[in-house]
Nanobody, 120 residues
Framework: QVQLVESGGGLVQPGGSLRLSCAASGGIFSINVMGWYRQAPGKQRELVANIIRGGTTNYADSVKGRFTISRDNAKNTVYLQMNSLKPEDTAVYFC??????????????WGQGIQVTVSS
């Protein structure tokens, strides 16, 4: 059974940095797109950044120049380096991965979510 396990969240002061990690496991044949979404209280879930297997990346305008997404295909892991954090980055961050399991079509899996709080 596929699982996505996130780590690295927490409380940080404005201007600080955090690095999120998300490791996928469980009968994986291949992973296409991996990414991060976030959801703040009272708001809809939004895309933060994603990265395809070949390395092409896509960012929300609000995080361009501050966040960097990367992945290690050998480890089935995606990272999100977050610098110059702002209070408006406070949200629950969700890992996403489009995964093919042998014998099944590609399916979008989600992590359980991890809290990031930016506050002084």
């Amino acid at each position: 059974q596929v699982q996505l396990v996130e780590s690295g969240g927490g409380l940080v002061q404005p201007g600080g940095s955090l690095r999120l990690s998300c490791a996928a496991s469980g009968g994986i044949f291949s992973i296409n797109v991996m990414g991060w979404y976030r959801q703040a209280p009272g708001k809809q879930r939004e895309l933060v950044a994603n990265i395809i297997r070949g390395g092409t990346t896509n960012y929300a305008d609000s995080v361009k120049g501050r966040f960097t997404i990367s992945r290690d295909n050998a480890k089935n892991t995606v990272y999100l380096q977050m610098n110059s954090l702002k209070p408006e980055d406070t949200a629950v961050y969700f890992c996403q991965a489009d995964i093919v399991v042998i014998g099944d079509p590609q399916y979008r899996y989600w992590g359980q979510g991890i809290q990031v709080t930016v506050s002084s």
